[in-house]
C-alpha cells in the first residue's frame, strides 16, 4: 500500500464538482485549463488524497496532444490522438471538469460511435527527450503513413493495396 506524509489520507474515490460523477485512481478526466480558450487537459488519475484541511488533491500522469508534442501534428494524427507521457504532476481535484475514455487504438477503430468524451492512445511519449514508444507503427498506404482513423481508407480489390 502507497504511504502517505503526515496530515494526507488517501481517497478511494473523489465526486467531481456540481456532478454526481466520481472519480477513482485509473480513471481518465479531463482537467481546466488556466487559459480557458485551450481545450482540456487529459490526464490518467494515479492518486486521490486529502489534506488536514479537507483539501483534495490528485496525482495524474498527463497525456499529450501531438501538438504540444516535440514534432507537432502530423498528418496521419487523428483529431482525437493522445500520447501516454511520463509527466506526473499533482493538482487540485477542483480543477477536473468531467471523466473521458482513453481507448487502445485497436478499440477505438472498433467504436461505431465516438463520442466527445472518447480518444485514443497509441503511443508513449517521452517528455524530456520527445521519444516514442513504440518508435514505428505500421504503414498502410502507397504513401507509407501510419493510418489515420478520421481518413477514409479504400483497399484495391485487384492488389489488395491501401
Known sequence: MAKTRPGKKDMDSYTIRGTNKVVKAGDC????PSDTSKPPYVARVEKIEQD??????????????????????RQFHGAKELFLSDHFDV??????????IVHSFKNYTKLENVGSEDY?????YKAAT?????????????????YNPDDLMVQCEGCKDW
Not at 478526466?29 to 481546466?32: F, G, P, S
Not at 520527445?130 to 501510419?146: I, L, N, Q, S, W
Request: charged letters at 30%.
Open 52 to 73: 488536514n484541511r479537507g483539501n483534495v488533491r490528485v496525482r495524474v500522469r498527463w497525456y499529450y496532444r501531438p501538438e504540444e508534442s516535440l514534432g507537432g501534428r
Open 120 to 124: 485514443y492512445c497509441r503511443f508513449e
Open 29 to 32: 478526466v479531463l482537467m481546466r
Open 91 to 100: 493538482q487540485s481535484a477542483h480543477t477536473i471538469e468531467g471523466k473521458c
Open 130 to 146: 520527445g521519444a516514442f514508444t513504440p518508435d514505428r507503427v505500421a504503414v498502410y498506404c502507397k504513401c507509407e503513413m501510419p
